[in-house]
């Protein structure tokens, strides 16, 4: 085996670069993001493809300039799927100085459906992912005619008539602590299926209007501390076949007790009428 000589004053040189990045003090920023995802292949950075990380590290970068800069998004999101608060935790070693002046400049480079709302300093040990948290989704639905297709990146149009009353009691069904494995696309033998469901209910739509949406629209609001792969979307697609007369109430009974049915036949509602609404951490 040959060794390689080593320079004595190149090795000292490497030991000091070392000791000073473990010296220079790191910073922790938690920045509250909006955006249109229907564009998007999700938040995820992936090869080839749009996504929401990617523009925002892309942006982040000529910002910031010189200063190398990490982000943490508080979970993943499916294409299509749009978000009113998702909270990014920013790992930098210089000090942000000037709120309001980074995201003025921020949010003015930023492409027009992402959006930064907020900027707060956290310390070492909060974790976007890990920290206790409850996430709020919202499925924004219409049925019967086909919508303005103006319309189609927030609100999901189910062409046919739907028992809408029938459809309340469904979703009622899928609050408190159930067993959810049913309701996970692509499940493992070590994932929890065992989740509660804080808020499971079926309103009309009060919150986002426009002149090209129909009469009356509808949302599904669910609000649990975590969820499954497509856990909401297969829920909402539960939902629809029940208003369409598929299935029953009981059905859905038996589908969250562990092994009491076959898997239900799969449909993941429309990734676009889904919006994750909130994020709330239990330490702020």
Avoid at 49 to 59: D, I, M
């Amino acid at each position: 085996m040959v060794f390689k000589k080593i320079d004595i004053n190149q090795l000292f040189f490497l030991l000091i670069v070392v000791f000073l990045q473990n010296k220079m003090k790191k910073y922790f920023y938690l920045i509250q993001l909006q955006f249109l995802g229907f564009r998007f292949h999700g938040w995820q950075r992936q090869v080839d493809v749009k996504t929401v990380q990617g523009h925002v590290e892309k942006t982040l970068k000529f910002v910031l300039g010189k200063h190398k800069a990490k982000i943490l998004g508080a979970g993943r999101t499916d294409a299509r799927v749009s978000a009113n608060n998702f909270p990014v935790e920013l790992f930098i070693y210089e000090e942000i100085n000037n709120f309001e002046q980074f995201l003025l400049d921020f949010n003015m480079n930023l492409p027009n459906d992402i959006k930064a709302l907020s900027i707060k300093e956290v310390d070492e040990k909060f974790n976007v992912i890990n920290d206790s948290k409850v996430k709020e989704y919202l499925y924004f639905f219409s049925f019967g005619s086909k919508n303005h297709p103006f319309a189609a990146p927030i609100l999901t149009c189910f062409y046919q008539e739907l028992d809408l009353e029938l459809m309340r009691k469904g979703a009622a069904l899928f609050k408190g602590l159930h067993w959810f494995k049913h309701y996970c696309t692509k499940p493992t033998e070590f994932a929890m299926y065992n989740r509660e469901i804080l808020v499971s209910e079926i309103v009309e739509n009060n919150i986002y209007s426009a002149n090209f949406f129909p009469e009356k629209t509808y949302v599904y609001r669910i609000k649990s501390k975590g969820f499954l792969r497509n856990q909401v979307r297969l829920i909402m697609g539960t939902l629809f076949r029940l208003g369409q007369g598929e299935i029953s109430l009981e059905f859905i009974k038996k589908s969250l007790i562990e092994h009491n049915i076959d898997r239900p036949l799969p449909f993941v509602a429309p990734a676009s009428g889904l919006i994750l609404n909130d994020v709330t951490y239990e330490n702020s």
